[in-house]
């Protein structure tokens, strides 16, 4: 291949949508926003575990992504690596899948440690692939077209969501007994992604150019270095992006609080994710498009709105109705977030390493939500659920006046702006 066209985007494109279809159909079966959490509650977990799940999943996302970005930097043929660290999170999905299915229930519920330990294994794995993930998508797209092939690509995501949701409910439905019904949906899960993985043989990549397949470690952590210090822009977004990070406390808070408050049953789930799913693959569609127009900022813009709604709906929930508008909203907010937060971090790296931004976003962000965590638990442990959903508001205000007041698109060029270090200040 000599040049990478607009017949081999789309050609990546329709695998894309259906690796997205298969992943999503596979991670309706170990949601953040309610399988998670109530699973670890039936198991017998504290509250605030259960609750934080969102928190900590980000968190050990975060742990790994420099280190591999750093190993990463010289990766020729992105292709192969970005299959083989998949196999690191189908490892995990199995053995979740096995230690629930087979081993006595009663065991199992005593020990929710077993299930909290492979969740963390499976966050990390997550966290070894994003970059090496981000940087094969960056080989595999055109700019101009990265927003629709985002949009379309969370979108067939939500799609798998929602054929799943029916099948996640008809699980918790049935008379399988608890845990065996959630072990099979993680059977569901490491088949889903194993398709999906598989579909990466199929796509096509830009051709290596060797000159920029030699940087040292040391040219790494210098590059690294001007980034944090340099790129302002980027800086105030990261900035904007700390504030957000409180959002994501309530992802796990939402469906225990409103279990509380409505004594629902664990079945709800898959109603829960069907809405969610639905409302997710319209905004990612959407967003897309918008950011191919104007710019992927005003996309996250509607992610921050839509998770500020959440939880307003959950300050004033009535009854179940409010509860369905709640996982609808952070739907909404789940896939405006996706094709925009990948866009960003492509247009503020522009020519730069994709990996490293990716994992600088992650990285500096982590310990900040490690505080939110700290903090919300902390009140949750006190039953303060209305105070902690103030907080977590108040913070995604301040993150919203800053994306919208203070950072600028990176897709416009700077207006009389100053150089710093090749930066725009």
């Not at 909290?116 to 055109?142: D, R, V």
């Not at 408050?261 to 069907?274: C, M, P, Q």
């Not at 903090?375 to 508001?393: A, D, H, N």
Request: proline residues 3%.
């Amino acid at each position: 291949m000599t040049e990478f066209t607009l017949k081999d985007h789309n050609h990546n494109l329709k695998f894309n949508l259906a690796h997205e279809f298969c992943w999503g159909f596979g991670i309706t079966f170990h949601t953040l926003y309610a399988i998670v959490p109530l699973f670890l509650r039936e198991l017998g977990a504290p509250e605030s575990i259960a609750v934080s799940t969102a928190g900590l999943f980000s968190i050990l996302i975060a742990l790994p992504t420099l280190l591999i970005a750093a190993l990463g930097r010289n990766i020729i043929k992105i292709k192969r690596a970005v299959i083989l660290v998949h196999i690191i999170i189908l490892l995990v999905s199995f053995a979740l899948g096995f230690t629930f299915t087979i081993l006595d229930p009663v065991q199992v519920q005593t020990e929710w440690k077993i299930y909290f330990t492979y969740f963390l294994l499976y966050a990390f794995s997550i966290g070894i692939i994003i970059p090496i993930w981000a940087e094969f998508l960056n080989q595999s797209t055109l700019k101009s077209e990265r927003g629709k092939f985002f949009g379309l690509g969370f979108a067939f995501n939500s799609v798998g969501s929602f054929v799943g949701g029916f099948v996640l409910r008809f699980l918790l439905a049935s008379d399988m007994p608890f845990p065996r019904n959630f072990g099979i949906g993680f059977f569901i899960l490491f088949i889903s992604l194993t398709i999906g993985t598989i579909l990466f043989l199929f796509f096509r990549v830009k051709p290596s150019k060797a000159e920029q397949n030699n940087k040292t470690v040391k040219e790494f952590f210098q590059e690294t270095k001007s980034i944090i210090i340099g790129h302002k822009n980027f800086q105030k977004y990261l900035l904007s992006r700390i504030f957000f990070a409180a959002y994501l406390p309530g992802m796990g808070l939402y469906a225990v609080y409103c279990q509380d408050k409505f004594n629902f049953d664990i079945s709800e789930a898959g109603i829960f994710t069907i809405l969610n799913v639905i409302a997710s693959g319209i905004a990612s569609y959407f967003v897309g498009k918008l950011g191919d127009n104007i710019g992927h900022k005003a996309g996250m813009m509607v992610a921050f709105i839509a998770h500020f709604t959440a939880v307003v709906l959950a300050i004033f929930s009535q009854n179940m109705i409010w509860v369905y508008a709640i996982f609808i909203a952070i739907g909404a907010g789940q896939g405006a977030f996706m094709p925009s937060a990948m866009n960003l971090v492509y247009d503020f790296a522009e020519e730069r390493d994709t990996k490293t931004y990716m994992a600088l976003v992650d990285t500096l962000i982590a310990p900040f939500v490690l505080i939110f965590i700290i903090g919300i638990g902390s009140l949750i442990r006190i039953g303060e659920y209305t105070i902690s959903f103030y907080i977590i508001g108040a913070s995604l205000i301040i993150a919203m006046v800053i994306l919208q007041f203070v950072v600028r698109d990176p897709k416009y060029p700077p207006d009389g702006e100053l150089q710093l270090d090749g930066f725009s200040s």
